[in-house]
Protein backbone atom coordinates (compact mmCIF):
# COMPACT_ATOMS: atom_id res chain seq x y z
CA UNK A 1 0.00 0.00 0.00
CA UNK A 2 1.24 3.54 -1.05
CA UNK A 3 2.45 5.72 1.92
CA UNK A 4 3.08 9.38 2.43
CA UNK A 5 6.17 11.30 2.82
CA UNK A 6 7.25 14.97 2.78
CA UNK A 7 9.95 16.14 0.13
CA UNK A 8 12.60 17.76 2.18
CA UNK A 9 12.99 20.48 -0.57
CA UNK A 10 9.99 21.36 -2.10
CA UNK A 11 7.61 20.16 1.30
CA UNK A 12 5.05 18.18 -1.56
CA UNK A 13 3.56 15.37 -0.31
CA UNK A 14 4.31 12.47 -2.32
CA UNK A 15 3.06 9.11 -2.31
CA UNK A 16 5.35 6.44 -2.58
CA UNK A 17 4.90 2.75 -2.75
CA UNK A 18 6.02 0.24 0.40
CA UNK A 19 9.14 -1.64 -1.94
CA UNK A 20 10.64 2.04 -1.65
CA UNK A 21 12.12 1.79 2.17
CA UNK A 22 15.71 2.11 2.13
CA UNK A 23 15.98 3.28 -1.27
CA UNK A 24 16.27 6.82 -2.78
CA UNK A 25 13.48 8.58 -4.83
CA UNK A 26 12.88 11.94 -6.70
CA UNK A 27 10.40 13.86 -6.30
CA UNK A 28 8.14 14.77 -9.57
CA UNK A 29 7.66 18.30 -8.32
CA UNK A 30 11.42 19.59 -7.99
CA UNK A 31 13.30 16.74 -8.86
CA UNK A 32 15.22 16.28 -5.91
CA UNK A 33 16.33 13.13 -5.11
CA UNK A 34 16.49 11.95 -1.19
CA UNK A 35 16.40 8.24 0.44
CA UNK A 36 13.14 7.50 1.81
CA UNK A 37 13.81 5.87 5.53
CA UNK A 38 14.19 2.02 5.51
CA UNK A 39 11.65 1.61 8.70
CA UNK A 40 7.99 1.54 7.87
CA UNK A 41 5.43 3.82 9.53
CA UNK A 42 3.23 2.43 12.16
CA UNK A 43 -0.01 1.38 10.41
CA UNK A 44 -2.93 3.85 10.24
CA UNK A 45 -6.14 2.98 12.15
CA UNK A 46 -7.63 2.11 8.53
CA UNK A 47 -5.22 -0.88 7.98
CA UNK A 48 -5.86 -2.14 11.75
CA UNK A 49 -7.31 -5.33 12.08
CA UNK A 50 -10.22 -4.09 14.00
CA UNK A 51 -10.95 -1.46 11.09
CA UNK A 52 -10.86 -4.52 8.83
CA UNK A 53 -13.15 -6.40 10.43
CA UNK A 54 -15.54 -3.77 10.41
CA UNK A 55 -16.21 -4.61 7.01
CA UNK A 56 -16.23 -2.34 3.38
CA UNK A 57 -14.71 0.56 3.12
CA UNK A 58 -18.11 2.28 3.26
CA UNK A 59 -18.55 1.36 6.95
CA UNK A 60 -19.83 4.21 9.59
CA UNK A 61 -16.21 4.07 11.48
CA UNK A 62 -14.14 3.58 8.57
CA UNK A 63 -11.73 6.61 8.12
CA UNK A 64 -10.90 8.20 4.47
CA UNK A 65 -7.14 8.47 3.39
CA UNK A 66 -5.47 11.57 5.02
CA UNK A 67 -4.35 12.60 1.44
CA UNK A 68 -6.54 12.74 -1.84
CA UNK A 69 -4.02 10.31 -4.10
CA UNK A 70 -5.87 12.59 -6.98
CA UNK A 71 -4.21 15.98 -5.36
CA UNK A 72 -0.80 15.14 -4.56
CA UNK A 73 2.22 14.29 -6.37
CA UNK A 74 3.91 10.87 -7.15
CA UNK A 75 7.48 10.12 -6.23
CA UNK A 76 9.71 8.52 -8.71
CA UNK A 77 11.68 5.26 -7.30
CA UNK A 78 14.90 5.72 -8.40
CA UNK A 79 15.96 2.08 -10.21
CA UNK A 80 18.23 -0.25 -8.28
CA UNK A 81 21.17 -0.25 -10.62
CA UNK A 82 21.51 3.48 -10.28
CA UNK A 83 21.73 2.66 -6.67
CA UNK A 84 23.01 5.24 -3.84
CA UNK A 85 25.12 7.37 -6.78
CA UNK A 86 22.07 9.33 -7.92
CA UNK A 87 22.50 10.62 -4.67
CA UNK A 88 25.20 12.03 -6.00
CA UNK A 89 24.84 14.94 -8.58
CA UNK A 90 26.92 14.55 -11.94
CA UNK A 91 28.46 17.92 -11.96
CA UNK A 92 30.12 16.39 -8.46
CA UNK A 93 31.38 13.49 -9.84
CA UNK A 94 32.69 15.11 -13.05
CA UNK A 95 34.34 17.28 -10.27
CA UNK A 96 35.99 14.70 -8.92
CA UNK A 97 36.84 12.97 -12.22
CA UNK A 98 39.03 15.75 -13.41
CA UNK A 99 40.42 16.82 -9.98
CA UNK A 100 42.00 13.09 -9.87
CA UNK A 101 44.58 13.06 -12.46
CA UNK A 102 46.24 16.18 -10.72
CA UNK A 103 46.11 14.53 -7.45
CA UNK A 104 47.85 11.50 -8.43
CA UNK A 105 50.75 13.85 -10.28
CA UNK A 106 51.13 15.57 -6.84
CA UNK A 107 51.66 12.21 -5.33
CA UNK A 108 53.67 10.75 -7.67
CA UNK A 109 55.98 14.30 -7.48
CA UNK A 110 56.11 14.66 -3.91
CA UNK A 111 57.21 10.64 -3.69
CA UNK A 112 59.88 11.89 -6.01
CA UNK A 113 60.70 14.35 -4.19
CA UNK A 114 61.13 12.55 -1.17
CA UNK A 115 63.06 10.28 -2.10
CA UNK A 116 65.59 12.41 -3.57
CA UNK A 117 65.54 14.28 0.59
CA UNK A 118 66.36 10.80 1.79
CA UNK A 119 69.06 10.00 -0.25
CA UNK A 120 70.32 13.26 0.19
CA UNK A 121 70.39 12.98 3.99
CA UNK A 122 71.80 9.53 3.73
CA UNK A 123 75.00 10.76 1.90
CA UNK A 124 75.00 13.63 4.15
CA UNK A 125 75.35 11.15 6.94
CA UNK A 126 77.56 8.99 5.64
CA UNK A 127 80.40 11.77 4.83
CA UNK A 128 79.64 13.03 8.15
CA UNK A 129 80.31 9.58 9.60
CA UNK A 130 83.14 8.70 7.36
CA UNK A 131 84.64 11.71 6.55
CA UNK A 132 84.64 13.46 10.34
CA UNK A 133 82.52 16.29 8.97
CA UNK A 134 80.18 15.45 12.34
CA UNK A 135 78.05 19.03 12.03
CA UNK A 136 76.69 17.34 8.59
CA UNK A 137 74.71 14.99 10.97
CA UNK A 138 72.43 18.17 11.76
CA UNK A 139 71.61 18.61 7.92
CA UNK A 140 71.24 15.04 7.41
CA UNK A 141 68.77 15.05 10.10
CA UNK A 142 66.94 17.64 8.77
CA UNK A 143 66.47 15.86 5.28
CA UNK A 144 65.10 13.20 6.74
CA UNK A 145 62.75 14.83 8.56
CA UNK A 146 61.88 16.91 5.91
CA UNK A 147 61.35 13.87 3.37
CA UNK A 148 59.54 11.67 5.56
CA UNK A 149 56.82 14.77 5.98
CA UNK A 150 56.79 14.71 2.01
CA UNK A 151 56.13 10.84 1.87
CA UNK A 152 53.44 11.18 4.11
CA UNK A 153 51.49 14.15 2.30
CA UNK A 154 52.21 12.41 -0.64
CA UNK A 155 51.06 8.83 0.75
CA UNK A 156 48.11 10.88 1.64
CA UNK A 157 47.34 12.35 -1.29
CA UNK A 158 47.75 9.08 -3.27
CA UNK A 159 45.04 7.53 -1.03
CA UNK A 160 42.65 10.62 -1.72
CA UNK A 161 42.98 9.21 -5.82
CA UNK A 162 42.58 5.91 -4.98
CA UNK A 163 39.09 6.90 -3.43
CA UNK A 164 37.83 8.56 -5.79
CA UNK A 165 38.86 5.93 -8.86
CA UNK A 166 36.59 3.95 -6.31
CA UNK A 167 34.04 6.27 -6.09
CA UNK A 168 33.87 6.84 -10.40
CA UNK A 169 34.20 2.83 -10.49
CA UNK A 170 31.21 1.81 -8.56
CA UNK A 171 29.32 4.68 -7.72
CA UNK A 172 28.60 3.46 -3.88
CA UNK A 173 27.75 6.10 -1.28
CA UNK A 174 30.13 4.64 0.81
CA UNK A 175 33.00 5.10 -1.31
CA UNK A 176 31.91 8.68 -2.10
CA UNK A 177 32.03 9.51 1.96
CA UNK A 178 35.80 7.44 2.13
CA UNK A 179 36.74 10.30 -1.14
CA UNK A 180 35.60 13.16 1.33
CA UNK A 181 37.37 11.92 4.02
CA UNK A 182 40.45 11.14 2.60
CA UNK A 183 40.26 14.67 1.04
CA UNK A 184 39.55 15.79 5.00
CA UNK A 185 43.05 14.10 5.94
CA UNK A 186 45.17 16.31 3.33
CA UNK A 187 43.60 19.50 4.24
CA UNK A 188 44.60 18.30 7.98
CA UNK A 189 47.95 17.74 7.19
CA UNK A 190 48.40 20.69 5.32
CA UNK A 191 46.89 22.51 8.23
CA UNK A 192 49.09 21.08 10.91
CA UNK A 193 52.53 21.80 8.55
CA UNK A 194 51.71 25.64 8.03
CA UNK A 195 51.01 25.91 12.05
CA UNK A 196 54.28 24.13 12.58
CA UNK A 197 56.03 26.61 10.29
CA UNK A 198 54.89 29.41 11.80
CA UNK A 199 56.00 28.03 15.00
CA UNK A 200 59.26 27.40 13.46
CA UNK A 201 59.92 30.87 12.23
CA UNK A 202 58.40 32.69 15.02
CA UNK A 203 60.75 30.46 17.67
CA UNK A 204 63.70 31.61 14.94
CA UNK A 205 62.81 35.07 15.47
CA UNK A 206 62.79 35.43 18.97
CA UNK A 207 65.91 33.30 19.24
CA UNK A 208 67.64 35.59 16.72
CA UNK A 209 66.47 38.76 18.68
CA UNK A 210 67.37 37.49 21.85
CA UNK A 211 70.69 36.58 20.36
CA UNK A 212 70.74 39.84 19.15
CA UNK A 213 69.79 41.83 22.86
CA UNK A 214 72.69 39.44 24.36
CA UNK A 215 75.64 40.41 22.13
CA UNK A 216 74.86 44.05 22.60
CA UNK A 217 74.66 43.90 26.22
CA UNK A 218 78.31 42.48 26.20
CA UNK A 219 79.34 45.09 24.40
Partial sequence: MPVTVICPNCSAMLQVPDEAAGRPIKCSRCDEVFQYPATKPP??????????????????????????????????????EEGVSALVSSTARMALKQTRPWVLLLSILGFVFSGLMLLGGLAMLLVSIFGGEWIMVAGAALYVVLGSTYFFGAWIMFRYGQRIGSFLATGGLGDFEQALLAQKSIWKFFGIITLAVIAIYFLAVVVFMGIGVMMAAWR
Avoid at 52 to 72: C, I, M, R
Wanted: aromatic residues 6%; glycine residues 2%.
Fill in 43 to 80: PSEAESPASTAAGSPFHPDAELPAVNPYATPSAELIPD
